[in-house]
């Protein structure tokens, strides 16, 4: 009896005192910031912050030379909010990917709702919406469909020699407009017209909107200032209102038009294969299809807005390299005719027997990262790292352009070198020392849940690029009238890419 009687109030008590103890650990366990430094950094100004210790036209590069005094793991604060700059490939590897639970989630950008953007996947945050994009992204864009469209990249990166055979000297142009052919066919079935497409030409001016919209600086403003919001568009130093009137029209023609032109030709029968109407085809009865649909048009909006300027600038990338190191160029023109010939092009059969080139599209991502903060990532929950406390909506950036210049990895990180990328063979033939698909996973496409989707698609469709122009043409320094070749500056413009 006395037993059954105390046998619940032990087990009560047993679980009270469980629960209180459990209750205490997490306590104690949760950090705070009363008990733990901020990660070291720059003495913050009161209000501005820490704004004037870090270059605007090169914030990665402030960061790199923090590094050296404050450590891998760096805390500045930007007009009232804080940023946690990672500088490290392990200390990255450490939050984003194996405490992905945590670092998941995107700042608030106030000036994306302002310009009709806020439809995109990049900078949507942690929840359902997110998870939906994402779903659908592996669904169109994992490994194995890379492989579906390497036709397509080479039929179009044939064009683009073509082109550059036909006018040499618009070679900008023609990279935009070769990834943008890739990414309208691949993505709506859509065939870009050669010159002044008006899908196109939406698309680029929202990107020009947007590079200036969601610049940090911006961004910092936006969120210190919120009533900017509010102001008119007519009035002084407001003129910023009007562009987000432009940007919010552009935004929805670059949603419904061409997902409307894959409907209708999915009801004329006349699509092509693509991301949308593979997409539409295989809707989940067991979801909202509005949510569906919704998702779908924002998904395919977004690859444009995500993936044209970062692809384009790296193909810029490419052509600086090979104009700075002709003799790297050499090399690969002398590997792609010892392995394919001279009487075809090379084609995604050739792709493992062409080490070398691998190297360069390797190195080229390593050189000149083209996002090389990454997107800023936000923290969900307090955090401590390596005694540190970081704190719950902080914005937390990886420092790409510091890990792929850091000496302990790459010695003389500054030069193009892709033989980096080679392990030496018993026969001494040319061996790359990592997998191919080992380049996907570097920091320049981000890490952890948030991993850019599109790195398949990136990796084969620049390849078909880099190969075919090494195969087809020599990148020379253009001659003055006296003949004598015109130096290249490295110089580099701000935009969503570098
Ligand atoms: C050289 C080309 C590219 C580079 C260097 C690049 C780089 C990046 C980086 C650094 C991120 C941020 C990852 C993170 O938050 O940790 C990202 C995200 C993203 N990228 Fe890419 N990207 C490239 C091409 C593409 C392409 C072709 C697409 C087309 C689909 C694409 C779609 C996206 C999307 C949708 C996100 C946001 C993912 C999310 O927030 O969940 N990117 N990319």
Request: hydrophobic share 40%; glycine share 6%; aromatic share 10%.
């Amino acid at each position: 009896m006395l037993s059954s009687v105390l046998l619940p109030c032990l087990t009560f008590c047993g679980a009270f005192t469980l629960t209180f103890a459990l209750s205490k650990l997490a306590q104690l366990r949760r950090p705070t910031r009363a008990k733990l430094p901020y990660p070291p950094g720059p003495t913050p100004l009161p209000f501005l912050g820490n704004v004037l210790d870090i270059d605007r036209a090169q914030p990665w590069v402030s960061y790199t030379e923090m590094q050296k005094k404050y450590g891998d793991i760096i805390y500045t604060k930007l007009l009232g909010s804080d940023y946690i700059i990672v500088n490290t490939y392990d200390a990255a590897k450490a939050l984003l990917e194996q405490r992905s639970s945590v670092y998941s989630d995107r700042p608030v950008f106030p000036a994306n709702k302002l310009f009709g953007i806020d439809f995109n996947t990049v900078l949507q945050p942690y929840g359902d919406t997110w998870r939906l994009h994402r779903k659908l992204f592996h669904h169109s864009l994992r490994g194995e469909t890379a492989i579906r469209y390497q036709n397509l990249y080479l039929e179009k990166a044939h064009g683009l020699l073509a082109n550059l055979l036909d006018a040499p000297e618009g070679f900008e142009g023609h990279f935009r407009g070769f990834v943008a052919s890739i990414v309208m066919a691949q993505t709506y079935g859509y065939e870009t017209q050669p010159r002044n497409d008006p899908l196109v030409g939406a698309v680029d001016m929202l990107i020009r909107l947007l590079a200036v919209a969601l610049s940090p600086e911006r961004m910092a403003i936006f969120k210190a200032f919120p009533a900017l919001e509010k102001l008119p568009s007519w009035f002084p130093g407001a003129g910023f209102k009007r562009d987000a009137v432009l940007a919010r029209g552009l935004a929805k023609q670059v949603n419904d038009v061409p997902f409307e032109f894959v409907k209708r030709s999915l009801a004329e029968n006349t699509a092509r294969p693509s991301m949308v109407s593979d997409l539409l085809s295989s809707f989940d009865e067991s979801e909202d299809n509005n949510a569906q649909e919704r998702a779908m048009k924002a998904t395919a909006a977004t690859v444009f807005i995500a993936g044209s300027e970062t692809s384009s600038s790296t193909l810029h990338v490419f052509a600086l390299a090979m104009l700075r190191y002709p003799e790297v160029q050499k090399r690969a023109q002398a590997e792609i005719d010892s392995v394919v010939g001279r009487d075809r092009l090379p084609t995604f059969e050739d792709r493992e027997t062409l080490p070398y080139v691998e190297c360069i599209w390797r190195e080229l991502l390593r050189w000149h990262p083209v996002v090389p903060l990454g997107i800023p990532h936000a923290t969900s929950a307090d955090d401590v790292y390596g005694g540190y406390y970081i704190p719950k909506g902080a914005t937390v950036m990886m420092n790409v352009w510091a890990m792929t210049r850091d000496d302990r990895r790459y010695a003389n990180p500054e030069i193009f070198d892709p033989s980096r990328h080679l392990a030496p063979t018993p026969d001494g033939s040319d061996k790359l020392a990592l997998k191919p698909e080992s380049v996907t996973n570097d920091p320049i496409f981000g890490m952890g849940r948030r991993i850019c989707p599109g790195r398949y698609m990136s990796d084969a469709l620049m390849w078909a690029a880099i190969v075919s122009i090494l195969a087809a043409f020599r990148i020379e320094k253009a001659t003055d009238r006296s003949g004598r070749e015109i130096e290249v500056e490295e110089k580099f413009t701000p935009g969503l890419a570098m």
